[in-house]
């Protein structure tokens, strides 16, 4: 069976500031992919990052980065200078071999991003 | 161009009604997925289509029925819901191999059951 857990429920943040958005995914599956997702309000789930479990390179796509580190099943999301159009809810999600093309959700992180 | 598009937006309904929620993609996607969302919940699978086929059914009730006409188009049945049904109904599509699924999803339908 797999997990993924996102602790933080809610964040609120003032424009400009950076947030980082925690995720923690269990699994027994050495292949998997771990996904960020974002909801705006309109509701569509838009796909922001697919990476897969052998690459362990961060990356950062504007003032997005993201931190995959196996050694602590974590995949975390960092947005820098924050603005308002970044308030949504983000899920983390996860799929692997076992679960066939079944997504795991996290519980998602609603993100509030003040002028 | 990585668009689902899902009609319509928006559905009242009663619970003697019956309508139809549809999805269309255009990326020459084969699988194809149903989601419920409740407010402030993840998404749950209700059904995975690969191929045209219903190959995963997470144990939805037979109020709801979908239905995958080709490949580019997924519909969901709705018949005799229960207030409790309300909620944004989700369509997605990818590719089918684990190593080329990301999952696109469409804005959603947002369906009130009075």
């Known amino acids: 069976a797999q997990k993924v857990t996102q602790a933080q429920t809610e964040i609120s943040v003032v424009e400009k500031e950076d947030v980082t958005l925690d995720c923690v995914y269990e699994t027994r599956d050495t292949t998997y992919y771990l996904f960020w997702y974002k909801q705006p309000p309109s509701g569509e789930l838009v796909f922001l990052i697919r990476r897969n479990s052998f690459d362990e390179q961060n990356e950062i796509s504007g003032r997005y980065s993201w931190n995959f580190q196996k050694s602590t099943s974590s995949f975390n999301f960092t947005i820098t200078a924050s603005q308002v159009v970044d308030s949504a809810v983000y899920f983390c999600?996860?799929?692997?071999?076992?679960?066939?093309?079944?997504?795991?959700f996290g519980g998602g992180t609603r993100l509030m991003v003040k002028p | 161009d990585t668009e689902v598009t899902q009609t319509p937006k928006h559905l009242v309904m009663g619970m003697t009604n019956k309508k139809s929620l549809k999805c269309e993609q255009h990326m020459g996607h084969r699988a194809m997925y149903w989601y419920k969302q409740k407010a402030k919940k993840p998404p749950e699978l209700m059904f995975v289509y690969s191929y045209e086929k219903l190959s995963i059914n997470e144990s939805v009730p037979s109020r709801f029925s979908p239905e995958c006409p080709n490949s580019s188009l997924l519909n969901l049945h709705l018949h005799a819901l229960q207030p409790e049904d309300s909620a944004l109904y989700l369509c997605?599509?990818?590719?089918?191999?684990?190593?080329?699924?990301?999952?696109?999803f469409g804005a959603g339908t947002r369906l009130s059951v009075l």
């Open positions: 997605a599509s990818s590719q089918v191999t684990l190593a080329k699924n990301i999952q696109y």
């Open positions: 999600a996860l799929v692997n071999n076992n679960a066939g093309n079944m997504l795991t």
